[in-house]
C-alpha cells in the first residue's frame, strides 16, 4: 500500500458518522448516540548514498472511538446526556481519598509535636 491510498483510507474513516450515530426513535422520544473520536498518522522515508545504499518508506496511522453521551430530543427539546465512565470516578474518589488521609496525617503529626 502506497501512502496515497493509506491517506485516502484515513480522509475515508474520518467522517461526521464516526462521531453521530444513527438516530434511534421510540415512544416520540429521538436519541442520537454521540463517541469520542481521535486520531493520529505518522509517514517516513530514508535513502542513503555511499557504500550502503538502502531505501525506506514508512506510514501508519491510528483511529480511537469511545462513547461520550446521546442528544435525548423530546417534545422539541433537545437534552445531552453524557456517559458517565465508573473507572474514573472511582479513580478519581481515591486520589480525593489519599490526599485527605495524607492531609490529616499531616495535621495529626503537626499537633503531636506541639504538645
Known amino acids: 500500500m502506497d501512502i496515497i491510498q493509506m491517506i485516502e483510507q484515513a480522509q475515508d474513516k474520518a467522517t461526521v458518522k464516526r462521531v453521530f450515530g444513527e438516530p434511534i426513535v421510540q415512544d416520540g422520544i429521538t436519541v442520537i448516540p454521540v463517541a469520542r473520536v481521535a ?8 535513502k542513503q548514498e555511499g557504500d550502503n545504499p538502502a531505501e525506506g518508506l ?12 446521546v442528544f435525548v430530543i423530546k417534545d422539541g427539546t433537545v437534552r445531552w446526556q453524557p456517559v458517565v465512565d465508573v473507572n474514573k470516578v472511582i479513580i478519581g474518589g481515591q ?4 490526599v485527605a488521609l495524607l492531609t490529616i496525617r499531616t495535621i495529626a503529626r503537626l499537633r503531636a509535636r506541639r504538645r
Open 39 to 46: 486520531g493520529g498518522g505518522g509517514g517516513g522515508s530514508g
Open 58 to 69: 514508512g506510514a501508519g496511522f491510528g483511529l480511537g472511538a469511545s462513547p461520550a453521551g
Open 95 to 98: 486520589f480525593v481519598l489519599v
